[in-house]
């Protein structure tokens, strides 16, 4: 059984960084394709960063490319996204997820995804 647990969000002015810290336990870390989806009010989970260590690749939506940077250390089992020039509409609570091996979903989507934390808010006022 994998354990994720977020931390790090808050309430931040438009223009300011936060990094998000996701600590993993439980099964083999560094084969785990890692994401961070965001769910604002009102609208459905989505997707907005993965890292495949294996293959090292990452992923972005449109919305945050140049702006979110996501990262891994697998000594400590914890993915991180950091959030630079951050937006009113970024606004949401974030969730980092486990991709395992067997699961042949796309990183992009939430089926991609076998485990789930329970989410950080992070809130950015204009």
């Known amino acids: 059984q994998v354990q994720l647990v977020e931390s790090g969000g808050g309430l931040v002015q438009a223009g300011d960084s936060l990094r998000l810290s996701c600590a993993a336990s439980?099964?083999?870390?560094?084969?785990?394709?890692m994401g961070w989806f965001r769910q604002a009010p009102g609208k459905e989970r989505e997707f907005v960063a993965a890292?495949?260590?294996?293959?090292?690749?990452?992923y972005y939506a449109e919305s945050v490319k140049g702006r979110f940077t996501i990262s891994r250390d697998n000594a400590k089992n914890t993915v991180y996204l950091q959030m630079n020039y951050l937006k009113p509409e970024d606004t949401a609570v974030y969730y980092c997820?486990?991709?395992?091996?067997?699961?042949?979903?796309?990183?992009?989507?939430?089926?991609?995804?076998?485990?789930w934390g329970q989410g950080t808010q992070v809130t950015v006022s204009s």
């Open positions: 439980g099964g083999t870390f560094n084969t785990y394709t």
């Open positions: 997820a486990a991709h395992l091996p067997r699961n042949t979903g796309s990183y992009y989507s939430t089926g991609g995804y076998d485990y």
């Open positions: 890292v495949n260590w294996v293959i090292g690749r990452t």
